[in-house]
């Protein structure tokens, strides 16, 4: 195989005629460290997806084990989702009917797949099932690196009527960058159903931490090897503005936890919704903004 800007060179020619990218595609991407080059392969797929549009989400979070009574003053939210690991199932159900009275007109969504999937010692289905009946929508994470059998816990899930849209990783080792990869394209393939993929983990490794070089050509390799999921995603709040911004230039085009209450202490213009609507303008894109199902609402 060649490689360093020949390779890059011959993947986008194979990418433009239709060709899909292969797992060599994928680690000559995070090995290389041609940055632009590889940036601009991420950005081509990602314009053949969604054009100059990049889609953003304001999520209102409560803890389950402190859901308020009501949601706060400027408040607007395309999602309500509870964080947190439930001590237990009923814990669980009791913030999602809690969650569920703040407001029953958005989107609901919750919890960790993996961290139920460990409540229900065997029995996830039913979990989900009390779950769902309660009031829950959607599951918040389905994190790759956590699940043994990804596929028949998201297949429990959604069994019940659950909406799993979206797939996550709570750690990531270099060396299982590429593997996540592979297992969030094969989901897609064998399942179907999933909206986004955030390939940047949520937690960040003390002994081994990434730097924005390195987290960038994940989202590039992420959308390149896993087209047939239609969003990439960058965690606006976790990750902050100016990588989060970045990222959209590396073939990202959604981005999660934008804040939905705005305290006003800055005046409208630097408000939360006119901060993330700024920024991506900046990167030279349309900011629209969606719910907690992808669908579009300004």
């Keep these: 195989m060649t490689t360093g800007t020949t390779a890059i060179e011959a993947l986008a020619d194979r990418l433009a005629g239709g060709a899909a990218a292969t797992e060599d595609d994928a680690r000559m991407m995070l090995e290389t460290p041609d940055l632009i080059a590889i940036g601009v392969v991420a950005d081509e797929v990602r314009r053949r997806l969604h054009g100059n549009r990049v889609t953003f989400l304001r999520v ?4 389950v084990d402190q859901v308020p009574a009501a949601l706060p003053a400027r408040t607007a939210a395309g999602e309500i989702r509870i964080v947190g690991t439930p001590s237990s199932l009923d814990a669980a159900v009791a913030a999602v009917r809690a969650a569920r009275a703040l407001s029953p007109a958005i989107t609901l969504a919750g919890f960790s797949l993996a961290d139920l999937a460990a409540l229900a010692e065997g029995a996830l289905g039913e979990a989900c099932e009390r779950l769902k009946d309660a009031g829950l929508q959607g599951i918040a994470e389905v994190p790759l690196d956590r699940l043994p059998d990804a596929a028949a816990a998201i297949a429990a899930a ?56 390195d987290d960038v050509k994940l989202i590039a390799a992420a959308r390149v090897l896993v087209s047939a999921i239609p969003s990439i995603q960058a965690d606006w709040s976790r ?60």
């Design 60 to 63: 209102f979070e409560v803890h």
């Design 158 to 213: 959604r069994a019940v009527g659950l909406e799993v849209r979206r797939l996550t990783v709570d750690t990531l080792p270099p060396d299982s960058r590429l593997a996540v990869l592979s297992r969030a394209r094969d989901l897609q393939a064998s399942l179907g159903g999933f909206q986004a993929f955030t390939p940047l983990p949520r937690e960040m490794s003390v002994a081994a931490p990434t730097t924005g070089y």
């Design 239 to 298: 990750y902050g503005p100016k990588l989060a911004q970045v990222t959209l230039t590396m073939g990202a085009d959604d981005l999660d936890g934008v804040a939905a209450t705005d305290p006003n202490l800055l005046g409208t213009r630097r408000s939360p919704l006119e901060e993330i609507r700024g920024n991506i303008r900046a990167a030279g894109f349309e900011p629209v903004e969606r719910d907690g199902r992808f669908a579009i609402i300004g």
